[in-house]
C-alpha cells in the first residue's frame, strides 16, 4: 500500500502563490504517476496535475496551464504543486494522488488539504 499525506494549503488573496507538498510512503515503488486533484464545494473531483515517476513527463488541466507547476523532489517519493496566478475559482480541497489522472484509475489518495483564494 501507498500513504499520501499532503502539506501546505491555506488561505492567499487573488494573485498570490501557495506550494503545496505531498510525501509518499510504503510501496512507492509501484507508483508510475503522481498527481493532483482538487474538489470544491458541490462539484466533483477534478484534475489538477501529474507527473511521471522519472519526473519526465507533466500533465495539466487546461484552467491551471501556465499557472501551476508540479515536480518531483530529489527523493522521488515527495511531489510538489507550485501554484501562482491564483484566482478564487481555485479554491477547493486539493488532494495528492497516485496511479492515474482519472478519478477512476487513482490507486491511493491523501487526506486532503484546503486551499482558499480570497477576492
Known amino acids: 500500500q501507498v500513504q499520501l499525506v499532503e502539506s501546505g494549503g491555506g488561505l492567499v488573496q487573488t494573485g498570490g502563490s501557495l506550494r503545496l507538498s505531498c510525501a509518499a510512503s510504503g510501496r512507492t515503488f509501484k507508483m508510475s504517476i503522481m498527481g493532483w486533484f482538487r474538489q470544491a464545494p458541490g462539484k466533483e473531483r477534478e484534475f489538477v496535475a501529474a507527473i511521471s515517476w522519472s519526473g519526465g513527463s507533466t500533465y495539466y488541466a487546461d484552467s491551471v496551464k501556465d499557472r501551476f507547476t508540479i515536480s518531483r523532489g530529489n527523493a522521488k517519493s515527495t511531489v510538489y504543486l507550485q501554484m501562482n496566478s491564483l484566482k478564487p475559482e481555485d479554491t477547493a480541497v486539493y488532494y495528492c494522488?497516485?496511479?492515474?489522472?482519472?478519478?477512476?484509475?487513482?490507486?491511493?489518495w491523501g487526506q486532503g488539504t484546503q486551499v482558499t483564494v480570497s477576492s
Open positions: 494522488a497516485a496511479g492515474g489522472t482519472v478519478v477512476a484509475n487513482v490507486e491511493a
